[in-house]
């Protein structure tokens, strides 16, 4: 990536589905309960906020720290950006693993800017997810300093996904890294060229190509 200033926005979120079923009994039975008795399944986002919670009013919070940067020839730090700390989920996580063997298998060149969009999508529609199911007070964000670093506190142990991403003049780097906390702290997570999720060409150079 060539010519890089700090990225903006944090980007996030995708919603869940639920479940009801129907019995019915013969003569000589006891009716099963109706669709309106029986419980809606748990959806995944459910059950990963509800850890989170848990985890958190037993106290069992980590720090979760790292730095950003890429090499433009030399290392370029996600300076004054924002990156935020999501309660994660398997499905989300598997849609965006797709999005990157997409970008691996062209030999991690730029891809179209609709890349870009569907994660944001994603990111989107889990973050209202995560709300709709009481866990908006989870959703964490943090600044990068000068020199891209970055540090979360109080955080429950659980499984994160940690966003952020990296803008220039002709594209924009998308991270969104899996943090899996337990009982002591992670070491330092590097957002570099070696974690990202994808880089995706600016609309305008799109409908504009390099001669």
Known sequence: MRNRSTGRQVMLVLAPMLLALTACAGPATTAAPSAKQQPAAESPVQRA??????????GRLRTVSGVGYVLAPIAVPLENGEVSLLPSAPYLESALARIQRQWVAGRRQPLPFEAFQRAFTLLTAHRLAVGRDGGEALVRFAKTDDKG??????????????????????????????????????????????????????PEQEATPAP
């Open 149 to 202: 670093r970055f540090t979360f506190e109080q955080i429950p142990e659980g499984r994160w996904l940690l966003v952020a991403d990296m803008s220039s003049p002709v594209s924009t780097l998308l991270w969104t890294v899996p943090v899996q906390l337990g009982a002591q702290n992670p070491p330092p997570i590097f957002l570099t060229e070696g974690s990202l999720l994808l880089e995706a060409r600016k």
């Open 49 to 58: 906020v509800q850890e989170l919670l848990a985890n958190q009013a037993a």
